[in-house]
Nanobody, 116 residues
Framework: QVQLVESGGGLVQAGGSLRLSCAGS????????MGWFRQAPGKEREFVAA????????YYPDSVKGRFTISRDNAKKTVYLQMNSLKPEDTAVYYC?????????WGQGTQVTVSS
């Protein structure tokens, strides 16, 4: 089993920054790709970022490319999402996930609210 706990969400003004953290458990944390999705009220869950097991490859949709950066520290079993130049449309609950073969394990989510 993989357990994930997100933190770092909050309220920020447009143009500001936040860094989300996702602390994982398990001896094989460093073996898994990980990433972030987000879900705004009334919308489907949306892919935000992913990183491979070593941190050598990262993936972003166009909506956040150039503003968000995903990274990981396998020694600390933590994945980060640095979010800069935030926009009101980034407001959502952000969920961390761990990709274990074909299964995604999810955290409980952390709320990010960007005011205009």
């Amino acid at each position: 089993q993989v357990q994930l706990v997100e933190s770092g969400g909050g309220l920020v003004q447009a143009g500001g920054s936040l860094r989300l953290s996702c602390a994982g458990s398990g001896r094989t944390f460093s073996s898994y790709a990980m990433g972030w999705f987000r879900q705004a009220p009334g919308k489907e869950r949306e892919f935000v970022a992913a990183i491979n097991w070593s941190g050598g490859s990262t993936y972003y949709p166009d909506s956040v490319k150039g503003r968000f950066t995903i990274s990981r520290d396998n020694a600390k079993k933590t994945v980060y999402l640095q979010m800069n130049s935030l926009k009101p449309e980034d407001t959502a609950v952000y969920y961390c996930y761990s990709q274990v073969i074909l299964t995604k394990f999810w955290g409980q989510g952390t709320q990010v609210t960007v005011s205009s």
